[in-house]
């Protein structure tokens, strides 16, 4: 028989969330998640380690983020040295608005 082979889409989150491009240089990696319509990669630019958070430290979205970029941002998380942007898949990948 013969194997099925499945084209998985890519979607580039630098572009998507409105962020200058990534230089040709630039390192990148590929993160694949499940969506109700299939696999799909996510070109990020590095992965990071995983963080524990504490619910009790997340917080709306900073003002001072970008509008079109907000919409894709739930919230944060206050971390000792940073915020940690909690994404919202759903809308950064609602690529019809």
């Known amino acids: 028989s013969r194997g099925h082979r499945r084209t998985i889409k ?28 299939g696999p799909l990669s996510l070109l990020v630019d590095r992965l990071g380690d995983v963080v ?3 619910d009790t430290t997340f ?6 983020l970008d509008a079109e970029l907000a919409r ?9 040295d940073a915020l940690l942007l909690d994404l919202d898949l759903d809308e950064a990948l609602n690529i019809t608005t």
């Not at 917080?59 to 001072?64: A, G, H, I, S, V």
């Not at 894709?72 to 000792?80: E, N, P, T």
């Open 52 to 54: 524990p958070v504490d």
């Open 10 to 37: 890519s979607v580039d989150l630098r572009a998507r969330l409105g962020l200058p491009a990534r230089t040709a240089d630039a390192s990148s990696a590929n993160v694949i998640v499940t969506t109700d319509g």
């Open 59 to 64: 917080e709306p979205p900073p003002d001072t």
């Open 72 to 80: 894709s941002i739930k919230g944060a998380f206050k971390l000792d």
